[in-house]
């Protein structure tokens, strides 16, 4: 299960890139590539404070980049005919 989160994780980040102003791309591509040290953090069950190396890949990304991509994957349920993500508090 820990490596199905992985993969979408994985996948959510590559598919940004490609969704992304062509001036955010490149960088944002390979800041967010560098996330992949933060997937045991965001994986349902997950225990434990981030690693150094997690928190240091994401103080080094553009808030920019960053902010796009949440707000494309927030859009990715609707684009496959989905009901919108809601998340209890």
Do not use: H, W
């Amino acid at each position: 299960m820990k490596s199905f989160f992985s993969a979408i994780f994985a996948v959510l980040l590559v598919g940004a890139m490609f969704f992304m102003d062509g001036s955010l791309a490149q960088p944002c591509s390979s800041a967010l590539s560098a996330l992949n040290v933060c997937t045991p953090y965001v994986v349902p069950g997950a225990v434990g404070n981030p690693s150094p190396d997690c928190c240091g890949a994401l103080q080094s990304i553009n808030r920019d980049c960053l902010c796009s991509t949440l707000r494309i994957a927030s859009r990715i349920p609707a684009q496959c005919n989905l009901p919108p993500l809601t998340c209890p508090n």
